[in-house]
């Protein structure tokens, strides 16, 4: 056995990622040929854009993995795969990483200083806001590009290493001037369009980064509160009080002054009779009406609640349904504002707000808890519970509602025919797995609210509107100005619109531009846009657009999948995709998902290190999509199989070629008549045949986005093909001529084996790329050539079982049965206590009549295999070899 001189002595995965990834950078096998190309040519992926704000963790590689396999396989399917990458800059994650990074801040009011340097560079995990040095928005959104244009570097030859299929040619970021450019076309084309309008509403508030968040943004966490019982005082028309108290229950009693109004459901009879009456608030003696609605619960508290402006979601709905004034009393900062509201009059009721004034939610609950007690309309002691309280997905204090301007876009919430039409396209695109798709139909029939798109943020696009000021320097927000197309980008905070100078900025009878960014998501939505080149490139965009796939994590089908079919909806009236795959979770060894905010996340670098991409590869691939994967950094097993598959498929590859040449063997392509000329064994063309229904069936599981389906199937057959198979024919192939001169039957076991590799080279080249490249540059172009290592294995057509059909049996039970025989003997061996490679004298093969007959044809290789002189058959109705006659030499021994 002589193996080949341009396959290495000890194979070994360490290397590859190197060796392999800049082979594939210089010739461009990932790169997207789009001459020529049609749509029906083009598998088109809308890659997720990662957050360039600090550092990946295993979750990103899980599932950017699922797409890349599939990618792959499309690719060597004839597809001219469109895969590019994005960054994700912009936004909240960017702002905050760059404060902490540089230990500043933004102070839009100060200029910019053109030799600003920062005070450090990465030296603090959080720097206080006290510490940080404020600079100008233009310095600040400097610091942001020059770190994530350093994080993107880091994060690509991360995803390199991974070996991810990508046409580093197609990149785009989110902040960049053709990104930024098509988010403001965008934006004012929903203008022209009325689907973007500004108002003055209830808007939820983080006060500490001051910014509206979306309904999307929103999460749920259990925090400590309490119930207070007040009681509110009946009074008959003239304010004269009357009857029994009211008594409520409520968390947020430092709201009362907020207060417009008692709800209780209108079914309950408790307070059916007050219903239409008046009732004044305790300390300020405020009348505000009892009212019914049916969101009222009757099982709450009391069943009866005050209205506030605004303490809650509920709040909101309530007042905005049940006509009710707006006494807002919270600021932007979180404090409670020096004004009170009109309502209350009374002096008594304008000292207790005066102590309030000034405070934040916390004292201002304390003190108005102490006032109440004091004049005794708070009964009895607070309750303490624990409660959902919500917060912004990125913030760290519970979110108040406060009522600012802000930019909304219509998002079908009060538009039923545009909710039914977003209905339908969810239902028109294919989820895998399908059951995701409940998800967004419940977010768009749950959608309470148009989408707030407006941020008090820095580093984001800007909202590309200016608005006139009148004779008093008050702007006229009905009379929006915006830019030419052709002047795009544009920053209303710097740059001038048409008909205006820049001393008339900020002066009566000049303008104001905008301060406000657009949510990242009003970006992000148009991925498929940006990605494709959009009104940039058009013939471009016609050849990817729609998309044949989004591949995402189940946690943002209500951001990201919902935001990007509104805006293709909107622009093209049809659905961005044809296909969206959904990833699941990676959870810690208790089952907890991994965050950065829990502190579980594990990152990658260590992981590749040590076991190598294709390992790390193989454990991502394992997972289903829509299935949450665990995985303990201190036992990686999934990731310790992956790798032992990875070097068997190295050294499998190896030891056949090392079997040399048999006429008709095949190379990196299959000339199907000349294999079924060699391949005679019934052996050999039983184990095509199952090779061929592996083809099959990965091919199927691939057609139906089960990647996990088909690498198991493949693997499966892969460690029958090595256990089984190459220990049945190694002395067949090994062997010369027969007795009459004829090497047919050695022949026939190198040319089965050598295509069998050759198409599990290709079968497993989506899930562990660098091996299968490695082992199929060991491979001659064709009979007699010599290796061509130009050639990739990731540019040879996906195999189907028409290539090698003709060499292959129609059944596929030899191979099963002469699996179970050799597994029998290696078993009866074993309970002899003998050695596997122990001479026998003699053994019988017990089996059904059928089975004998299959097994007769394999006669030979199992007595070579065996080391058995005389092997006997016999019926039986289940196969088992018994009777084994040690040689007599190992006997006596």
Known sequence: MTTPANVPDKPALEGLEAKWGEAWEQSGVYRFDRDGATRADVYSVDTPPPTASGSLHIGHVFSYTHTDVVSRYQRMRGKRVFYPMGWDDNGLPTERRVQNYYGVRCDPSLPYDPGFTPPQQGAAKSVKAADQVPISRRNFIELCEALTIEDEQAFEQLWRRLGLSVDWTQTYRTIDDDSRAASQRAFLRNIERGEAYQAMAPTLWDVTFRTAVAQAELEDRDQPGAYHTLAFHRVDADGTRTGDDVVIETTRPELLPACVALVAHPDDERYQPLFGTNVATPLFGVEVPVLAHPLAQPDKGSGIAMICTFGDVTDVVWWRELQLPNRTILGQDGRIVSTPPEAIASEAGLAAYAELAGKTVFSAKKAIVELLQDSGEMLGDAKPIQHPVKFF?????????????????????????????????????????????????????????????????????????????????????????????????????????????????????????????????????????????????????????????????????????????????????????????????????????????????????????????????????????????????????????????????????????????????????????????????????????????????????????????????????????????????????????????????????????????????????????????????????????????????????????????????????????????????????????????????????????????????????????????????????????????????????
Request: hydrophobic share 40%.
């Open 393 to 893: 997905e990125k913030g760290d204090k519970p979110l108040e509602i406060v009522s600012t301007r802000q930019w909304y876009v219509r998002n079908g919430a009060s538009d039923d025919a545009l909710k039914a039409r977003l209905i339908e396209l969810g239902r028109e695109l294919r989820f895998h797995p399908d059951f995701m798709r409940v998800r967004y139909e419940n977010w768009v029939e749950g959608l309470s609210g148009d989408w707030l798109i407006s941020r008090q943020r820095f580093f984001g696009v800007p909202i590309p509107v200016w608005y006139p000021l009148d004779a008093d320097g008050n702007p006229d927000y009905d009379r929006v100005i915006t830019p030419p197309q052709e002047a795009l980008p544009v920053d209303p905070s710097t740059d001038v619109p048409a008909g205006y100078s820049e001393e008339q900025r900020g002066v009566p009878g000049g303008f104001a531009g905008e301060l406000d960014v657009m949510d990242t998501w009003m970006t992000s939505s148009l991925t498929p846009q940006l990605a494709g080149g959009w009104e940039r490139d058009p013939e471009l965009f016609d050849v990817v657009f729609p998309y044949d796939v989004r591949p995402q994590g189940q946690d943002i089908i209500r951001t990201w999948l919902f935001s990007t079919m509104l805006r293709s909806q909107l622009e093209h009236g049809s659905a961005p995709w044809k296909h969206a795959t959904i990833s699941g979770f990676i959870v810690d060894p208790d089952r907890k998902k991994m965050s950065k905010s829990k502190g579980n996340v594990v990152t990658p670098a260590d992981i590749l290190e040590k076991h190598g991409s294709d390992a790390v590869r193989y454990w991502a691939a394992s997972s289903r999509l829509g299935t949450d994967a665990a995985f303990d950094p201190q036992n990686p097993t999934q990731i310790k199989i992956g790798r032992r598959l990875a070097i068997k498929v190295l050294n499998a590859t190896k030891l056949v070629l090392g079997y040399g040449d048999a006429p008709g063997t095949i190379g990196r392509t299959i000339d199907p008549d000349a294999l079924a000329a060699v391949v005679t064994n019934p052996l050999d063309r039983a184990m095509l045949a199952s090779l061929a229904d592996v083809v099959r069936d990965a091919t199927g599981a691939f057609e139906a986005f089960n990647h996990a389906r088909a690498l198991e199937v493949t693997e499966t057959f892969f460690w029958t093909f090595c256990d089984d198979y190459v220990e049945l024919v190694k002395e067949r192939a090994y062997g010369g001529a027969d007795a009459d001169g004829s090497t047919a039957q050695r022949d026939s076991a190198v040319a089965a084996m050598r295509a069998a590799v050759q198409v599990l080279l290709r079968l497993f080249a989506p899930f562990i790329p660098f091996a299968a490249e490695e082992s199929w540059s060991w491979i001659a172009a064709g009979t007699g050539s010599a290796p061509d290592a130009g050639a990739s294995v990731h540019a040879a057509a996906w195999p189907t079982a028409d290539e090698f059909a003709s060499a292959a049996d129609a059944s596929d039970t030899v191979l099963g049965l002469a699996s179970r025989a050799l597994t029998s003997i290696r078993g009866a061996k074993t309970a002899a206590k003998a050695s596997q490679k122990t001479p026998v004298a003699s053994a019988e093969i017990a089996a059904p009549g059928a089975e004998l007959e299959l097994l007769r044809q394999v006669a030979g290789d199992l007595e070579a295999v065996g080391r058995i002189a005389e092997l006997r058959f016999s019926e039986a109705d289940d196969l088992e070899v018994r009777d084994i006659e040690l040689a007599e030499a190992e006997a006596s021994a």
